[in-house]
């Protein structure tokens, strides 16, 4: 079945330095993919819809120049947490599909734990 | 690790028909249990969640859901689906070890629904 890898599973950074999450598509073309961040005790909220070579959507309130995605290949998409901050530890997630929202399944990855000290 | 698996992969039903949708989960601590639907075109939608209290959980559209805690199970019910209830759903486990902070969500595969009218 389709495999979507996600790295690292868990890092710990120093508050001010920039973390870079990594949501590979092993075998299938991820035409989308979709980042998420898990709350303690809440549903997950989506962050951004990123498609291949072009520039991500972001939800509302979610700050775009603090959380890069680059979606470069059809198989790769990366996020950045950039001047990471004690209030962006957390879980984040990334889901791919490799063709259209609704036609298509989402295939999660295994996740991130971030910690930021 | 955590897992989840949702062993019916594939599903079709005909209107008004009753529905049961298996979730098993693997850790047996603290469980946070969620069941998510995506619904064609759409994004993921919370259905219900279960974090403790009654093992019998209602949700959105008429969806419940039971917690067995000696089965390890988290099944999806709804006594008559409709054709709108064609959709992908998915269970997902909360690791809710750490009380806070970066807690890891696991997704099961995903369950494709089909109703016939």
């Known amino acids: 079945g389709a495999v979507v890898s996600q790295h690292p599973s868990w890092v710990i950074c120093k508050s001010g330095t920039s973390v870079k999450i990594e949501c590979r598509s092993l075998?299938?073309?991820?035409?989308?993919m979709f980042w998420y961040r898990q709350f303690p005790k809440q549903s997950l909220m989506l962050m951004a819809t990123s498609n291949e070579g072009s520039k991500a959507t972001y939800e509302q309130g979610v700050e775009k120049d603090k959380f890069l995605i680059n979606h470069a290949s059809l198989t790769l998409s990366t996020l950045t947490v950039t001047s990471a901050h004690p209030e962006d530890s957390s879980f984040y997630i990334c889901?791919?599909?490799?063709?259209?929202?609704?036609?298509?399944?989402?295939?999660f990855g295994n996740g991130t734990r971030l910690t930021v000290t | 690790a955590q897992s989840v698996s949702q062993h019916n992969h594939h599903v079709i039903l005909s209107e008004a028909a009753s529905l049961e949708l298996g979730c098993n989960y693997s850790?047996?601590?603290?469980?946070?249990l969620f069941w998510y639907v995506q619904y064609p075109g759409q994004h993921l939608q919370l259905l219900l969640k279960?974090?403790?209290?009654?093992?019998l959980v209602k949700g959105i559209k008429g969806f419940e859901a039971e917690f067995i805690k000696s089965k390890f199970s988290f099944n999806l019910r709804k006594p008559s689906v409709q054709w709108s209830d064609t959709a992908e759903y998915f269970c997902a486990d909360l690791d809710g070890t750490s009380g806070g902070g970066a807690d890891g969500l696991t997704f099961g595969k995903g369950t494709h629904l089909i109703i016939q009218p």
């Open positions: 279960y974090f403790s209290g009654d093992p």
């Open positions: 075998d299938f073309q991820a035409t989308t």
């Open positions: 889901s791919a599909i490799a063709g259209h929202l609704g036609l298509s399944p989402l295939h």
């Open positions: 850790y047996g601590g603290t469980v946070n």
